[in-house]
């Protein structure tokens, strides 16, 4: 079960990783006439609503504990 407590850290780990971190987003919109392409590609930071990371947190956190109860 020990397994199950490094797996918990790890999830811990990228929930406090994913208060800090963006997300890239890229979009790409455009116009084809014949041959011609005519594109605009955009990109933005999108960052993980907050409460989505604390779940992530406490899953990890419960994770832990239950890999360190099952000795």
């Known amino acids: ?3 199950l ?3 918990g850290l790890v ?3 990228l929930g406090v990783a994913s208060f800090f971190i963006p997300v890239p987003h890229s979009e790409t919109s455009g116009i084809k ?3 011609i ?3 605009v590609q955009t ?3 999108e960052r993980v609503p907050y409460w989505i990371s604390g779940l992530v947190m406490v899953g990890g956190i419960s994770m832990m ?3 360190n109860r099952a000795k």
């Open 65 to 67: 504990l239950a890999g």
């Open 37 to 39: 392409n005519i594109g």
């Open 11 to 13: 999830v811990l780990i």
């Open 5 to 7: 407590f490094w797996i």
């Open 33 to 35: 006439a014949g041959n």
């Open 43 to 45: 990109t933005h930071d």
């Open 1 to 3: 079960m020990k397994m």
